[in-house]
């Protein structure tokens, strides 16, 4: 969902050719991924060598 999110600010940006919300996607696609991260955490401290297994067999975003 985040990056449907990210491309969809990208492509409103490039299409309306505003720097803005190129630069809103950046920071958008940034903070993203550290909510990604804290997500992972949590779902490791939760299911443990579970998610692991889980998380090793797929790809973070795509």
Known sequence: ???SETLVFLG???AGASFPMVTL???YAGLAHLITL???KALA???GAE???YRRSV???F
Request: proline fraction near 0%; charge should be negative.
């Open 25 to 27: 996607s950046v920071i």
């Open 51 to 53: 998610y692991d297994t």
């Open 38 to 40: 804290g997500e992972e």
């Open 12 to 14: 409103m940006g490039i």
């Open 45 to 47: 401290k939760q299911y």
């Open 1 to 3: 969902m985040y990056v």
């Open 59 to 61: 790809g973070r975003y």
